[in-house]
């Protein structure tokens, strides 16, 4: 009996996860007191208001970081900076993150290449979700995580840049980088998407330069198995890099192994001046691009491959609703209605768009009435006076 007793008496009760609230009248006033004492599972919930020089290393793994608010909480780096990285840095043990609806702004560092959140190589997959990145010279930068998803949804990313090799987004070597329902706008420097991942999800996204001084809109550095599928594309007059897409102009690399670019449902605008291409394509790349259903309004070579499988695409006048105000909504007398092909499937992967971005940051499913239309939208009954 005795024997059992301290049997029992040495078993050792499994840790439950924690929520840790963040806020003036919580147990932590600032974020990173939070983030030190997370352990795994943890959830931190952080009420809306600034949070100034609040720079740390996330180091717990399966970590939940989440606004709550009305409004998102504001992380300024107030001249500070984790590491000299960025305001947040999360470690290479910690994987499995998760960063929802918070606002990162100002992060500099000596060597310019400070960012909002810098992930760096490790492990574990990282999710950003609802989250606005501005003025910071990276918005989010990823060092490499051979293995893992970095996923990015509902996220603006705003006026980020400082030299050639920051970005609005740059995403390391990866096993799999999803794009999708985010507005990335106006760099000031580099591109407003830019990846190395060996699979590449580029999905109903707002990527505008407009006045913004940045290059490509899609940098796709290294090649990979890419979808750039449903999205509205401008690239601005003020641009240093006319082209809107680039694929594969670092050259291969053995981590993406496959060399295959679909450009699918997607309304690309070039208002540069000369006009470069839509899709630059790098003459190492051996595979055929394909682009079907695309509107390119603008002048400018739709691909730099002539090889290229360019099926169904429009050019000429689309009768959108206001591009100038940037919104490409086709009008009833558009000449995209009911005309799309159908593009089929690639490794199981549909091709035809299931959603349409709605800005700011959101995504609704794409109702198809009769056949699928041209672009990144479908009609939805509006009527444009006069056109």
């Known amino acids: 009996m005795k024997r059992l007793l301290l049997i029992l008496l040495t078993v050792v009760v499994p840790a439950f996860p924690s929520l840790r609230k963040v806020g003036p009248q919580q147990k932590y006033r600032t974020i990173c007191a939070a983030i030190q004492d997370a352990k795994a599972d943890d959830v931190i919930e952080i009420s809306a208001g600034d949070y100034v020089g609040d720079v740390c290393v996330i180091r717990a793994a399966n970590l939940t970081l989440r606004g709550i608010g009305p409004g998102r909480p504001h992380v300024k780096a107030g001249g500070k900076s984790a590491q000299e990285k960025a305001i947040w840095v999360v470690a290479p043990t910690a994987g499995n993150i998760v960063i929802e609806n918070i606002e990162f702004s100002g992060a500099t560092v000596t060597d310019h290449n400070g ?42 990313f705003e006026n980020n840049g400082k030299d050639s090799f920051s970005h609005n987004i740059y995403v390391g070597v990866a096993k799999l980088f999803t794009f999708q329902g985010n507005y990335s706008t106006k760099s000031l420097v580099g591109h407003l998407v830019k990846t190395r991942a060996a699979e590449n999800r580029i999905l109903y996204n707002r990527l505008t330069m407009e006045t913004g001084t940045g290059s490509r809109l899609i940098d796709v550095s290294n090649g990979g198995l890419t979808y750039v599928i449903g999205n509205v594309m401008h690239q601005g ?74 099926r169904n695409n429009f050019t000429g006048d689309p009768r959108l609703a206001n591009s100038a105000g940037f919104d490409f909504r086709p009008c009833a007398s558009s000449p995209l209605l009911d005309i799309a092909a159908e593009p089929g499937m690639h490794n199981g992967f549909d091709l035809n768009p299931k959603f349409q971005y709605r800005h700011p940051a959101l995504v609704f499913p794409r109702q198809i009435v009769g056949k699928l239309d041209i672009g990144a939208y479908e009609h939805d009954g509006l009527t444009c006076p006069g056109r």
Do not use: K
Request: charged share 15%; hydrophobic share 35%.
């Open 115 to 156: 960012a909002g959140i810098r992930v760096d190589p490790g492990t574990g997959d990282v999710t950003i979700r609802n989250c606005y990145f501005h003025d910071n010279e990276n918005g989010v930068l990823t060092g490499a995580r051979p293995g893992s998803h970095i996923l990015v949804e509902g996220s603006w």
């Open 237 to 310: 007059p003020n641009s240093s890099n006319h082209n809107l897409i680039g694929y594969q102009r670092e050259g291969p690399r053995p981590t993406n192994p496959d060399h295959q670019l679909y450009v699918i449902n997607n309304t690309m605008i070039s208002a540069a001046s000369p006009a470069g291409a839509f899709i630059e394509v790098d003459p190492s790349v051996r595979m055929q691009v394909v682009a079907i259903n695309n509107v390119f309004l603008g002048s400018g070579t739709q691909s730099t491959q002539t090889s290229a499988l360019l």
